[in-house]
């Protein structure tokens, strides 16, 4: 089995690549909390950062923590990607990552993402290409891929597809164990993580249903991957890896957060670390799933869609908080009767 986490702990828990929701600013809040083993960048096109987009620099700040960074790659154009790749390993990351798990149907009409898993030979001569860039390089980062389980349920067909690019000199995987057509939220099937883990000879990190750390600890008990990605659950509950950490030394305490503290940094960061163009997006998205922290979130939630400026986002949040004192300090504790159930 690879050593490629030798120097990141014991336990591997790793923040999703999400647009919009995984960039410096939000990595920041995540680091405030601690950290966690391997942060993922929000998908950087290659086409994109080829015809020399303006907000280019802004995709590739590697703030918090570069060696602790994974920056995700879109696309299918060999030299595209070959470009890009050679731009990001001289900013010294962990490693890149190639997106071939996204469903988006505008992703799938380019021939990006999910698509990549019904082009066997494209996919490896994808990897092939990142891992001479890395070789290159001489700094020995990782190159990776994200995948789903593709677009049926054929173990033997994603088996072989995993093994062509553990061939073509892939490092680890990371899944989400879905099939492309099913929503987002339905449970994935975490014995297809199992069933990899135990027929490669790279890492294979798990994604997906990890939503609290009773929905983790029943996975690693049952499965124990290598690794353990986190998406939606961590945009709304950016201390999510901290307090797994929590958790697990005691298992009989309380684990508590300020929400208000939390709003109030990441109003603070984005504006630090973002450009002005970013700042209404951002916020709108991260506020889609931070707002279920509250009884009443799906009210701040329907008043954001109506607006349409980051001004107006930040008045109308600041007025839910000033609402809702007395839910912004939360309290978590483990619920031992479900930890041997899947409750996600």
């Known amino acids: ?32 909390f601690g950290g966690c083993s391997l942060y993922f960048s929000e998908m950087i096109s290659a086409e994109a950062y080829c015809s020399n987009s303006p907000y280019r620099s802004f995709y590739l700040d590697s703030r918090p923590d570069s060696s602790r960074l994974v920056y995700q790659i879109l696309g299918n154009n060999p030299e595209m990607v070959q470009r890009l790749a050679v731009d990001l390993l001289e900013r010294e ?22 698509s990549l898993m019904s082009e066997p030979e494209l996919a490896t001569l994808l990897i092939k290409r990142l891992v001479k860039v890395r070789d290159e390089d001489g700094r020995g980062q990782s190159v990776s891929a994200k995948i789903r389980i593709g677009e049926k349920n054929d173990l033997n067909l994603l088996l072989d597809f995993c093994r062509r690019l553990e061939d073509s000199g892939l490092d680890y995987l990371t899944i989400n164990p879905q099939l492309r057509k099913e929503r987002r939220g339905r449970h994935g099937d975490w014995g297809v993580v199992d069933f990899l883990e135990k027929n490669l000879t790279i890492p294979v990190i798990g994604n997906g249903n990890i939503r609290d750390y009773n929905s983790f600890s029943y996975r690693k008990k049952t499965y124990n991957p290598s690794g353990f990605m986190i998406g939606r659950a961590a945009i709304s509950q950016p201390w999510i890896f901290d307090m797994i950490r929590f958790f697990d030394k005691n298992p009989d305490s309380t684990y508590r957060v300020d929400l208000a503290e939390v709003i109030e940094m990441f109003f603070s960061f984005i504006k630090e670390y973002l450009h002005p163009d ?32 980051f001004d107006d986002v930040e008045s109308e949040v600041r007025k839910f908080m000033d609402n809702h004192q007395d839910e912004m300090v939360q309290e978590f504790f483990i619920d031992k009767k479900k930890l041997t159930k899947d409750n996600s």
């Open 93 to 114: 990351p962990f490693g890149v990552d190639l997106n071939m798990g996204c469903c988006a149907p505008f992703i799938r009409k380019k021939g990006w993402g999910i």
């Open 278 to 309: 970013f700042y209404y997006s951002r916020s709108t998205r991260f506020f889609q799933y931070f707002a279920s922290n509250f009884v009443f979130g799906n009210g701040l939630f329907f008043k954001l869609r109506n607006t349409t400026q």
């Open 1 to 32: 089995m690879s050593n490629i986490f030798a120097n990141l702990g014991q336990e591997i828990l790793c923040l999703a690549p999400m647009a919009d929701l995984t960039h410096c600013a939000f990595r920041q809040i995540v680091h405030h």
